[in-house]
C-alpha cells in the first residue's frame, strides 16, 4: 500500500506530466512500473535485513540511487 500510495502521490504531483495530457494508458504504466520498482526495494530491503546478501539495506539503497543516476 505504502508503494502504491507513494505512486499515485507523484503522479498527481504532476511530477511526470499533467495527468490529463498523459491519458489513461500512460497514466496505469507509470503507476504499475513506480508500484513494482518500489515493491522490489522493499522485498530486496526485507532480504538483506534477514541476514542473506552482503552489506547492509542502507548499502543497497546507496546502490539504487547511484544506479537510478547512471542510467538517467
Known amino acids: 500500500m505504502f508503494t502504491f ?6 503522479l498527481m504531483a504532476g511530477v ?5 495530457l498523459l491519458g489513461m494508458l500512460r497514466v496505469g504504466l ?9 515493491f522490489m526495494v522493499l ?6 535485513q534477514k ?3 552482503l552489506g547492509s ?10 544506479c537510478g543516476n547512471i542510467l538517467w
Request: hydrophobic share 50%.
Open 5 to 10: 500510495g507513494q505512486a499515485a502521490i507523484l
Open 16 to 20: 511526470y506530466g499533467d495527468v490529463q
Open 57 to 66: 539495506g542502507m548499502s543497497m539503497f546507496i546502490g539504487t540511487n547511484i
Open 51 to 53: 541476514g542473506h546478501g
Open 30 to 38: 507509470i503507476l504499475g512500473q513506480l508500484f513494482f520498482a518500489g
Open 43 to 48: 522485498l530486496l530491503d526485507e532480504t538483506l
